[in-house]
Structure formats: C-alpha cells, structure tokens
C-alpha cells in the first residue's frame, strides 16, 4: 500500500512515516519544512528511504502532479494555537485550503484519507465550565471526559475553527463523492521528535528546559501551573493508525476522539516533579497570572468508542512519555540544540 503522510516532517508525520515504513508500507512524504525542527526529521527519513516533498499544502498545482496514493494521512497544520489569533490568513490557507487540496487529490486518485484532528474543536466555554467549582485544577477528580457526543458550538480559537471545519469538509466529501475517511480527534500528544513550544508541544519544552536547568513559566490561571492535560504517547498513537489502516476496508466514515485519557494526565506543577524526578534537576518558574484568552485550564479525553471500535487503548502512561522524551533529548542534545 502506497501512502502520503502530509506534515510528513513533523512530530507527528515523522513518527507515523516511520513506524509505518517499518512495518512494510511504501511512505511518502510532504512537508514545507517551516516548522523549527522539520529539517532534523527529514534527515531521518532520508535515512530510512522515504522521499519528502518540499511542497507547500497551499499548492495544489503541485499536489495534483503527485504520484497515486492509496491513502493520505493528513498530519499538516499550522498547530500552534496562539499563532492562530496573529496570523489568521496562514493558519487558514494551511489547515483549511490545505484539508481542501488533499481531499481533491484523493477524490482525483479513488484513494481515502486518515485526518488528525483536535480536542481544540471543543468550545472553550465548556472546558472553563470545569473551573466552575472554584477548586484548583489539578486537585479536581477527574470527572468530565470528552466524547465525539460532546458540544461543538462556540468559539474556540481560529486554529481549532479550521480543524472543525476540515472535518465538515471531510464529511461533506464523502457524502458528495462517495470517500472514505477516518477522523482521530486527539488530545495533547508527545514523545520523541517533538520539538516543543510554550503553546504547542508544551511536554517536551519542559524536559528540555529541565535538562539544560533553563527558567521557566507558569502562565494563565494565576500562574499556579493548575492547567490539566491527558498527554497520549506517540508510539500508542502509530499502533493505533496501523490498525485502522488494516481495517480501514471494515471500519470507514468513523470519528473519534483520542488522548491518553485517564490513564495519562498531568497538572503543569505534576508535570514539573516529574521532570525534577527523571532529569534529576531543579528550575526557577517565575508566574504570570494573566490568562490567554486562547488557554483552557483542562481537557481529559474518552476513549470509549475508539477502544470499543478497535479494542485499542493507551499503554504509555505520562511518566514513560516523559523518560522517552528524555532519553531522546539527552542521546541528541548537541544536535538538538539548535531547533529549540
Ligand atoms: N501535537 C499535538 O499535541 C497534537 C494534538 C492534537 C492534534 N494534532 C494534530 O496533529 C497534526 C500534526 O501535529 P504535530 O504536532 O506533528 O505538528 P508539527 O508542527 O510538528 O508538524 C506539522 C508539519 O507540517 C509542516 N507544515 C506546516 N505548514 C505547512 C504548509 N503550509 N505546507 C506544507 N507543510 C507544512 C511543518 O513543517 C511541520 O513539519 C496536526 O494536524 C495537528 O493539528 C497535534
């Protein structure tokens, strides 16, 4: 099976082109290289054989030259939720027109497409309704998990506007010109080759900042780092595409929502002694009290329906995903240096 891995440079990308070049697939990919840290992941999968092209996903000119595909997995977005507010036309033209472009390929090709999609198409409004019992975050048992049954409607940032809307348009193709689509709305994700920043990819910024004994801050929310998050590890992410690559014949036209769920959460200050722990170092935070109207002080995910669907469940737990974290950062640090 010949498959495209759109964002194929990214963390994400990078990981699935590679666990799934690894287990027989024949990989391509398609990234711009714009993200910090793309060019380190393009040497791996230069290494392994799989072929990027440096294409924007605004182009469709030039993705229509593209070879045929079986299946597109669509890993491209600008993801960071804060660029979203200041650059509206890029996030817009990347996550939106990009989804478009693709979907016109795959209609032009008869092929079907795996979708990444968010736990940011959630309104913020409803993850705020957990802070209504005025306790600390992190303190609060777990009780809300998001579902696939969960409300939609209300602002959300612009980036997870143009996730929702790429789902739609996903659906809307299907409907139209008979496509099959697998749509995964995951929660936080990390692991290896993630290269993180303070609004996206917040874990493996952490470890980082611990390991070279950087300072760092609590933002929003008082500045208590309370902010609660599920973290899936990428590994359990890769193992779950390729079984809905092998029954994609059986199980089409399906959404989900992914995250490390109950088995994988962690406050900021939770995850801060956690790094303490496995780094064996300590850091200086300073707080800034101020919220970005774009944060969300929590999101924990149900897992119900992906794991009833394909019997798949997360088997990484935060601590693992933090010690791969650091065992990759720390076999790479003088590389690495330069892309964080
Ligand atoms: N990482 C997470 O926690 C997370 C959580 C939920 C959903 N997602 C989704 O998963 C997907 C992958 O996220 P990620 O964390 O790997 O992000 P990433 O930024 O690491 O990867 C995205 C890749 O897309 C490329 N890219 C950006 N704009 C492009 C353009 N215009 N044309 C071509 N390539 C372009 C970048 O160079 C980068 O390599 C995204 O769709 C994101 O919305 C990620």
Excluded at 202 to 215: A, E, G, P, T
Excluded at 287 to 313: A, Q
């Amino acid at each position: 099976m010949k498959i495209l891995v759109t964002g194929g440079c990214g963390f994400v990308g990078t990981n699935i082109s590679l666990y799934l070049n690894s287990r027989g697939f024949k990989i391509q990919s398609l990234d711009n290289l714009s993200r910090k840290g793309s060019k380190y992941n393009l040497n791996l999968l230069k290494k392994n054989n799989i072929k990027n092209y440096k294409i924007d996903i605004y182009d469709y000119k030039k993705i229509k030259k593209l070879p045929k595909y079986d299946l597109i997995i669509d890993c491209c977005a600008e993801a960071a939720v804060e660029v979203s507010r200041k650059d509206i036309d890029k996030v817009i033209n990347t996550n939106f027109i990009g989804t478009l472009n693709i979907l016109k390929k795959i209609q032009k090709d008869n092929s079907k497409i795996i979708f990444l999609s968010t736990s940011r198409i959630f309104p913020i409004s409803e993850t705020n309704k957990v802070l209504k019992s005025k306790k600390i975050i992190s303190k609060l048992p777990i009780k809300k998990l998001f579902s696939e049954k969960d409300i939609i409607e209300g602002p959300k940032t612009i980036y997870g506007l143009t996730k929702l809307s790429s789902e739609m348009l996903i659906e809307e193709f299907s409907y139209a010109f008979n496509l099959k689509y697998i749509i995964n709305r995951c929660g936080v994700i990390s692991g290896p080759l993630q290269f993180g920043k303070q609004d996206q990819g917040f874990l493996s910024l952490w470890v980082w900042k611990h390991i070279n004994r950087d300072k760092m801050k609590y933002i929003g929310y008082g500045g208590n780092g309370h902010q609660l998050r599920d973290v899936l590890h990428i590994d359990d992410l890769c193992e779950l595409i390729f079984i809905q690559i092998k029954k994609f014949n059986k199980i089409y036209n399906k959404l989900f929502t992914v995250g490390g769920s109950k088995r994988s959460y962690t406050s900021l200050v939770e995850l801060t002694k956690i790094c303490e722990k496995i780094t064996k170092n300590k850091i200086k935070f300073s707080k800034i009290s101020k919220t970005s109207i774009y944060d969300i002080p929590y999101y924990v995910t149900n897992n119900n329906l992906v794991t009833k669907t394909y019997n798949w469940r997360p088997k990484k737990n935060i601590n693992k995903i933090v010690k791969d974290v650091f065992d990759w950062l720390t076999k790479n640090k003088k590389t690495l240096n330069k892309y964080f």
